[in-house]
């Protein structure tokens, strides 16, 4: 199995930045992929950012040219550069690992964007 620890959430005002970091420990050869989601409260999850294995990388239409995923291989580490933050970017992020078959996810970190 794969566990997954995020960080770097936090309070951040209107057009600040914040990078999350989620580090992934356990059957991580099996990956797939990784990614984040967020949840509002009262409101579904929706993803955020996915990278590939290889390296290919897809964004909600929401956070393109704000956001930028990445990873670092050698750290088993991905992470979510937030920029130009807004207020309705304010969600508990949650990081994910994708099998061909199963999910996996951490436990959340919280972003709030307020002034």
């Known amino acids: 199995q794969v566990q997954l620890v995020e960080s770097g959430g936090g309070l951040v005002q209107p057009g600040g930045s914040l990078r999350l970091s989620c580090a992934a420990s356990?059957?991580?050869?099996?990956?797939?992929?990784m990614g984040w989601f967020r949840q509002a409260p009262g409101k579904q999850r929706e993803l955020v950012a996915t990278?590939?294995?290889?390296?290919?990388?897809n964004y909600a239409e929401s956070v393109k040219g704000r956001f930028t995923i990445s990873r670092d291989n050698a750290k088993n580490t991905v992470y979510l550069q937030m920029d130009s933050l807004k207020p309705e970017d304010t969600a508990v992020y949650y990081c994910?690992?994708?099998?061909?078959?199963?999910?996996?996810w951490g436990q959340g970190t919280q972003v709030t964007v307020s002034s």
């Open positions: 356990g059957s991580i050869f099996r990956l797939n992929g």
């Open positions: 994910n690992a994708f099998t061909f078959s199963i999910d996996y």
């Open positions: 990278i590939t294995t290889g390296g290919t990388t």
